[in-house]
């Protein structure tokens, strides 16, 4: 149907309705150009209402993003809604999302990278918001290695500029033994391993909270010590049946990854407890080793910082000896004038002399695993007296008489 007006683009006056997917649109029949586009009602809400939408303002605006973008928004939807996390969280990680494909840092990175910054989004609004995630969980969402992972999670925090809070050891914990399967009966776990949720949690925060004031935990990866506190605390409350139970079985029963370095914080964790013991009246006439001193794990919590005062010397080696010889001269020079103390006992000073207390340090300090290299001797100045080699002394002669006498001395 012919209409008014002229096209403004080669000036026709034959303009036509033309309706292209249900749009009416007014068209130029000599040279196909579009003058006018119609109306297009798009969602449930603008029907229900019988209004009519400019396809600009539709659904079908989305259409222009990158399917890229696309994917990645509803893979940070999906991730959202499998971790179960509140509407606002999703907000900010697709902001985020969209932020970042934005930038030229993320232009040219792999299809890889690309789907684990969806991850790293939503991992950062966590953290952002004091939510306890951690990279281990996004990880084996994406099915994805933690070293790809945390290269991503960098470069996205450089490039926008984002604080992220790190995530406290408590709420680790809190994290890391809700995924646990020995709290519901199941035909796996025996009845003597099933345990109360909130004693094994208040129980092992407490024996993360030791390892945390002796050293145990500074510079350390958090989940094999999280691990092995959370395996002596489940042993301790119900050391009958559970003591002869190793941790790789606990690790399977409980539903989680052994990490390797956790039976070296265990060993650590055994030793610190040990010590302790040593100190508690009521154990020293027992001969206590890393199984037996489990049974005894509430006590030494009870009264730890009163043991580990004792057990261990808040100083270093060397002011420790120099404070036991400087006691041992004062006790020779009062023996000497017969002026002993009162109050102290000679058979009791002789055990105080002998017990030797480990100084409170970190573990790299104690046993170094590295030994430090000597340095490679710097090589001596020039003194213009070495000796000059054979395929060199050419460059020294200069007159005839010299290269003369060389060669005769060379061919002789």
Known sequence: MAARGRCPECGSGSLVEDAHYAQQQLVCAACGCVVSEGLLTTTYTDEEHLREVAYSQSTGQKEQLSRCLQRGIRRVQDLCKVLQLPATFEETA??????????????LVSLEKKELLGGCCVFVTCRQHNWPLTMGTVCSLLYAKQELFAGVYLSLQKELGLSVPALSLADLVTTHLSSFRLFQPTANIPAAFLEDK?????????IVELASQTWL????????????AAFLAWQSLQPGPRLSCPLARFCRLAGVDLPPPAHLRLKELLEILLGMASQLSWLRGFQLNKKTVVKHIGDLLQHRVFLLKNAFS????????DGEEQRDGEEQQDTALGQGSPCQDPVAGKQQRGVTLRPLLPPCLLRPRKRLRAAAPSAPAPT?????????IEQYLRSPEEIQAFRKAKAW
């Open 198 to 206: 909130e004693k094994l949690l208040a129980r092992t925060m407490s």
């Open 384 to 392: 213009g007296d070495e000796p000059i080699s054979d395929s060199e």
């Open 314 to 321: 808040q100083q270093d080696g060397e002011e420790q000896r």
């Open 217 to 228: 935990v500074t510079g350390r990866h958090p989940v094999p010590i999280v691990t092995a």
């Open 94 to 107: 697709v902001s985020y999302f969209q932020r970042a494909l934005q930038l030229p840092a993320f232009h």
